[in-house]
């Protein structure tokens, strides 16, 4: 039986969860969003039928590296359910024998979020980064953001110049390729190869920009994700299946083709 995939999710340790969800809530100016905890997640996916979840994280600065990957590497160990990202940052030195670290501990993919994290897509040290990742991560990047693309740290021109400078880097771009770029999303990144999910997307995006994209990438391209605890898993479900006009094969796909892209069989 296939493997039913979340690709876009936050879990915290039980310490941080709720200061790190109010942050959260607070940059996107939304109510009260979802626990944050391994054991709401949990929950949520079961009612929405869902088997795994990839677990992200994003250090906020070079101090939360070790810390973050930590967690990633105790979610490995603690939580089959979950496929934990890690995360780097471009002031964190020693990135290479952090990413063998990973790699070793059984980690096969990367989340970076650079508004939150502050790193313009455009820096060199991520571009060097890129091709280290390339062939040993999955990379999943926030892409978009509530600023016009030009002063934005990340959005959809900007990924476009790292597929083209990095070819075959396996990337996931979130929130069908720009979080509120996406009218940017078509122009900057048709033709390039890589996969965008539908986390925090279908809720926002109006059905003129939604078409657009749907018409311009081939629907293999396309990966579920909730972005719990912003959203609800079983809620997303429902969204994918009102909005993409999918049909039933085409959504069985949707749920199940991360498999390969996170090391997973089935």
């Known amino acids: 039986m296939s493997c039913r995939i979340d690709i876009h999710t936050h879990v915290f340790h039980e310490k941080i969860a709720e200061k790190a969800v109010q942050h959260l809530a607070d940059h996107y100016k939304l109510g009260q969003p979802y626990r944050g905890t391994a054991a709401d997640l949990k929950e949520k ?10 677990a992200l994280c994003a250090a906020t600065n070079a ?20 496929v934990p990202f890690g995360t780097l940052h471009t002031d964190y030195a020693d990135w290479k024998s952090e990413m063998d670290r990973l790699y070793e501990a059984g980690i096969r993919g ?15 040290v991520l571009y060097d980064m890129m091709e280290e990742a390339k062939g040993k991560f999955t990379v999943l990047f926030h892409v978009g953001d509530v600023f016009p693309p030009e002063v934005n740290y990340s959005s959809p021109q900007k990924l476009a110049k790292i597929l083209k400078a990095v070819p075959g ?14 009218p940017w999303v078509v122009e900057s990144l048709k033709g390039l190869d890589f996969y965008m999910d539908t986390s925090s997307s279908l809720l926002y995006i109006d059905d003129e920009n939604l078409k657009n994209i749907m018409n311009n990438f081939p629907h293999y ?33 949707l749920f199940t083709r991360a498999s390969g892209l996170i090391g997973l069989k089935g």
């Not at 996916?45 to 990839?54: E, P, S, T």
């Not at 880097?169 to 996406?182: C, K, N, P, Q």
């Open 45 to 54: 996916l079961d009612a929405a039928g869902i088997d795994k979840a990839v």
């Open 110 to 124: 990367l989340k970076f979020h650079p508004d939150f994290q502050k790193i313009d897509m455009l820096n060199p």
């Open 63 to 82: 101090a939360q590296v070790i810390p973050a990957n930590n967690w990633a590497i105790a979610m490995k160990k603690n939580y089959p359910y979950f």
């Open 221 to 253: 391209r396309f990966l579920f994700g909730s972005d719990y605890p912003i959203g609800d898993p079983a809620r997303e479900v429902g969204l994918v299946k009102k909005r993409l006009g999918f049909t039933d094969d085409e959504l069985d796909k």
């Open 169 to 182: 880097i396996e990337v996931v771009a979130a929130h069908l390729g720009g979080y509120r770029h996406w």
